[in-house]
């Protein structure tokens, strides 16, 4: 199915790290560019990481800059986020969204979004 499907979310605790991961059945995938976002209770929905089809361009919030990294592996459809030095505030459900666009850093231009993977960080 087109729909991403994401996985690896759970309960940690600040400082820990978690990969998560989501895959998609996008004919081209290569082509896609990709994205995570996140959203806690009663919060809109807020971009994370970008990467770009050929997976050299990335882009990051200055919430996660320095401690999340996003790539992704054109070979096995799958993208990935890696949180390191996790805090309590990064408490949220994940979300991955892939667009037509080779390049897309905001919510608009995604067409496709997965039902989310919740990530819990206790102290």
């Known amino acids: 199915q087109v729909q991403p499907v994401e996985s690896g979310g759970g309960s940690v605790q600040a400082g820990d790290s978690l990969t998560l991961s989501c895959t998609t059945s996008i004919r081209t995938f290569d082509g896609y560019g990709l994205g995570w976002f996140r959203r806690t209770a009663g919060t809109e929905r807020e971009f994370v990481a970008a990467?770009?089809?050929?997976?050299?361009?990335?882009d990051y919030a200055d919430t996660i800059k320095g401690r999340f990294t996003i790539s992704r592996d054109n070979d096995k459809d799958t993208v990935y986020l890696q949180m390191n030095k996790v805090k309590i505030e990064d408490t949220a459900v994940y979300y991955c969204?892939?667009?037509?666009?080779?390049?897309?850093?905001?919510?608009?231009?995604?067409?496709?979004w997965g039902q989310g993977t919740p990530v819990t960080v206790s102290s």
């Open positions: 990467i770009n089809a050929a997976g050299v361009s990335t």
């Open positions: 969204a892939a667009s037509p666009l080779s390049y897309c850093t905001g919510s608009a231009c995604y067409n496709f």
